[in-house]
Nanobody, 121 residues
Framework: QPQLMESGGGLVQAGGSLRLSCKAP???????????MGWYCQPPGKERELVET???????NYADSVKGRFTISRDNAKRMIYLQMSSLQPEDTAVYYC????????????WGQGTQVIVSS
């Protein structure tokens, strides 16, 4: 079933950086530029939580835990959003999910399968 497609996860040492990407197929989000998008994470054994969002107007909102370290961006022409993560810490270890849509806030109408990020100490 078509869905959002995340990539870019992996294993990184503490202090390192990763860039996550999320592709939104036209069949999933026909109006990508008009959709709000977001990244969520689910640490091991914990609930999924919102990391940050970017609206169709490119306004961003970050969780306090990632302010100054993570940056969300979007490329409407490529139907992509990105999460640039720096100064990664072991507590950032989680499955990261991309979500988006125009019907809910925070954006969660459609989801990807997630990409694993593991930060070693």
């Amino acid at each position: 079933q078509p869905q959002l497609m995340e990539s870019g996860g992996g294993l990184v040492q503490a202090g390192g950086s990763l860039r996550l990407s999320c592709k939104a197929p036209r069949a999933i989000l026909s109006d990508f530029s008009g959709s709000d998008m977001g990244w969520y994470c689910q640490p091991p054994g914990k609930e999924r939580e919102l990391v940050e969002t970017i609206t169709s107007g490119r306004s961003t909102n970050y969780a306090d835990s990632v302010k100054g370290r993570f940056t969300i961006s979007r490329d409407n022409a490529k139907r992509m959003i990105y999460l640039q993560m720096s100064s990664l810490q072991p507590e950032d270890t989680a499955v990261y999910y991309c979500a988006g849509g125009a019907k809910s806030w925070p954006p969660r109408d459609t989801w990807g399968q997630g990409t694993q990020v593991i930060v070693s100490s």
